[in-house]
């Protein structure tokens, strides 16, 4: 039997969805939005299903509530009021990485499942997003009568099903907000960076960033961050760092505030890795003080 699902919010990770599960084995029933047109739109760009009322979702085998957190516990309640006296079992699931199942709190009704999936992928719109979540990982919560469901709703819409079980939601999305928006917000940092330096084009000088991310990340991967650390931190190269804050302070101050938090953590890491005590003492005083508008070169 095709899986009958209904997207609760026609934003960029329901879009995604709807445009991911009208390509399978699904039928997509539509969204439901705050506007009618933005609904429309949605169902538009993937090509199936139409603009849904809150009662429609009665009908769903699945119900996905890809809101903002902010929205979510609102959008679910307002959803329960108009369903109740439907009494259809099914499947209601969220894809938001901040909460667990406690947003459908007080809501059970016989047959009726919940669930969470977070799809651990970019979603700067949908195009993008449908095209990350091939083989990204999906984060599940839920039950054991919910888990299947979740699992075959995942591999529908090309993700790698991953079932979690209970720990610290916050914690958790704030890992992948410094995972994602993080790393995002560092090659900006990069990007700007070279471009103030000068020296290259800009073509090359996005070559340089990307090669030095993409092989930090392998690199982290494989031997493990601590492992994989290079650089001047992890030499104890006090002088080189105190040069690079100093450069920071007169072209880019802003950038500041990121270079010593990140070094700092890097810091970490060289001790773990048996930095001594006097080059790791030196490297930390070079980090708290004052830049002084030294330059200086490193070469890795």
Sequence with gaps: MALRV???GPGRVGRAFGRRL??????LLGFVGRQQASAAAAVAGCGAGRALSLADLAA?????????????RDCVAAAAAATAAAGRPGLWLHTSGRFGL??????????LRFGAL????????????ERAMAGAPAVLLGGPDGLPLLRRLA????LVPIAAGPGDRLLYHAACALAANGL????ALVDELLAAAGGLAPADAANVAAALLQGALRGSAELGPAAALSGPVRRGDAGTVAAHLGALAAAAPHAVPAYRALMRAALDLAVGRGL?????????????????????????
């Design 6 to 8: 209904a997207i609760v």
């Design 60 to 72: 769903a085998h699945c119900v996905v509530f890809a809101v903002g957190d902010g929205e979510l």
């Design 118 to 129: 977070h799809p651990v992928a970019p979603f700067p719109d949908e195009g993008t997003g």
């Design 155 to 158: 591999r529908l819409l090309g």
């Design 102 to 111: 406690e947003v459908f709190a007080g809501l059970a009704r016989p047959g």
């Design 22 to 27: 009208a390509r399978q084995r699904a039928t």
């Design 184 to 187: 995002t917000a560092l090659r």
């Design 276 to 300: 001594g005590a006097a080059a790791a003492a030196a490297v930390a005083r070079a980090l708290e003080a004052t830049p002084d508008g030294a330059r200086g070169a490193d070469c890795g």
